[in-house]
């Protein structure tokens, strides 16, 4: 049994960068090496969304998103962002 594990992940929104959405994340390898993957990955946030979060989604077709980054404060993949909405 140690050969299969189950996550709960975090994909970002990419607007606000809240949790734009959770997905299980499962190994199918069957291998102790790929079930200790997963499992790392449990209540961590692996990306970016492909879409906005429920929040930002409210928005979309009344404000304009400016996204920005700051780069003294992010680190290689992590980006620290900053940025402002503004109703159209």
Partial sequence: MDNFK??????????CGGVAEEVIVTNTRLTKGAASKVEELN??????????????SKYKDKAVFFIGIDTGKSFSEEVYRI???RPL
Avoid at 43 to 56: L, M, Q, R
């Fill in 6 to 15: 189950v996550s709960l992940a975090k994909y970002m929104c990419p607007i």
């Fill in 43 to 56: 209540g961590k946030t692996i990306g970016f969304s492909d879409h906005a979060c429920k929040e930002c």
């Fill in 83 to 85: 940025g402002q909405m």
